[in-house]
């Protein structure tokens, strides 16, 4: 069977930057309380997911130096599709030349690590290129006058052009999750803004991702000290840290982008990933632990092998 080769990346970034300072004129909070409770010092927003998805989408093909004809699927993970119907992804196959299928995949936060195991089976059963896309406007559902959610979220999209290969491949492994009895903890009713259960979610968010990890790590048959870099949701800092520690990993092999981007929930993963690339800090052979939650609940971790 084909192993995965990520051969593209790229992200897309509404301009307008909305800070802390700028968020506390309108809401009960302050920077410094941001700061120390999320990580979060600004966030991009604007755009539609569309937009965003396709910026995204375009860097990572031309970088892959494929067309539209060479893309077999489209994969765009989201919760903030532009309409109810259709899906988000046709638009953006259209809006990049793409001949192949296109389809959205909601799995909230952990979407993006869904989506490259998704890719991972068609690429596995014959596609020969996919585009996976993680994009989101949060802020159309935001309510920005609760302060316990208006200050986490932002919008932007990463994406990776992702290719088959003969040989094994960068995927090593996954772990993929849901418990349905959560809903609860992390909503948005059709019309309506994001309601969530802050403190529940964050402690829920630690152990999933603890647990997951170590799953997607023992199948892979990794330690956490052979892992090179940990690329998590950017939900908050502390969330990171604490899961880390738990999982023996160094804080500061784990890529922050939250301070910049806040969470934007399927992007996040992805967004992280690019910075690190283009950051230079992912480097031949590299162990690469993928980790997320989100809404549903959901979780999923990926392992991955940097080949260049
Ligand atoms: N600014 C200032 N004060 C705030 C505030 C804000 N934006 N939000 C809450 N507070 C206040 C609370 O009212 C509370 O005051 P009190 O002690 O007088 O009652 C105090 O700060 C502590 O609130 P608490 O909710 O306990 O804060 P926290 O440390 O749990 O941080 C979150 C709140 C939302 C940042 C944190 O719970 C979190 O990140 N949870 C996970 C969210 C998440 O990951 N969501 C996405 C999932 S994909």
């Known amino acids: 069977m084909a192993g995965i080769r990520i051969t593209g990346w790229g992200i897309g970034l509404p301009d307008r930057i909305v800070t802390n300072e700028e968020l506390s004129q309108t809401l009960d909070t302050s920077d410094e309380w941001i700061r120390e409770r999320s990580g979060i010092h600004q966030r991009h927003i604007g755009g539609t997911t569309s937009s965003l998805a396709v910026i995204a989408g375009r860097a990572a093909m031309d ?17 903030t599709p532009d309409k109810t119907v259709p899906g988000t992804a046709p638009t953006v196959q259209h809006a990049l030349g793409i001949t192949g299928g ?16 998704f890719a991972s089976g068609l690429i596995a059963t014959g596609a020969k290129r ?13 309510d920005w006058e609760d302060r316990g959610t208006a200050i986490l979220f932002g919008d932007g999209a990463g994406a990776l052009l992702i290719e088959a290969t003969d040989d094994e491949g960068d995927l090593l492994s996954w772990d993929l999750g849901s418990d349905g009895s959560l809903t609860d903890l ?12 802050g403190k529940e979610v964050f402690r829920r968010a630690v152990r999933v991702m603890v647990d997951s990890s170590t799953n997607a790590m023992s199948q892979a048959n990794v330690t956490a000290s052979d892992i090179s870099l940990v690329i998590p949701h950017q939900a908050n800092m502390r969330i990171i840290q604490a899961a ?8 500061e092999r784990a890529v922050v982008v939250m301070d910049r981007y806040a969470n934007t929930s399927s992007a996040s ?11 230079g800090r992912i480097h031949p052979g590299d162990l690469l632990l993928l980790t997320g939650f989100g809404a549903g609940m959901t979780w999923a971790s990926a392992v991955l092998r940097w080949p260049r």
């Open 130 to 142: 996919v585009l996976l896309i993680g994009a989101e406007t949060l802020s159309r559902i935001v």
């Open 102 to 117: 296109a389809v959205d995949l909601n799995a909230a936060c952990s979407g993006f690590v869904y989506g490259l195991v």
């Open 186 to 197: 992390l909503y948005c009713e059709h019309g309506d803004a994001i309601h969530m259960e």
């Open 269 to 279: 993963i992805p967004l992280a990933f690019v910075d690190a690339i283009e950051n």
């Open 63 to 79: 970088q892959a130096g494929v067309t539209g004809d060479d893309v077999d699927m489209v994969l765009l993970a989201t919760t």
């Open 244 to 251: 880390c520690q738990r999982l023996e990993i160094p804080e």
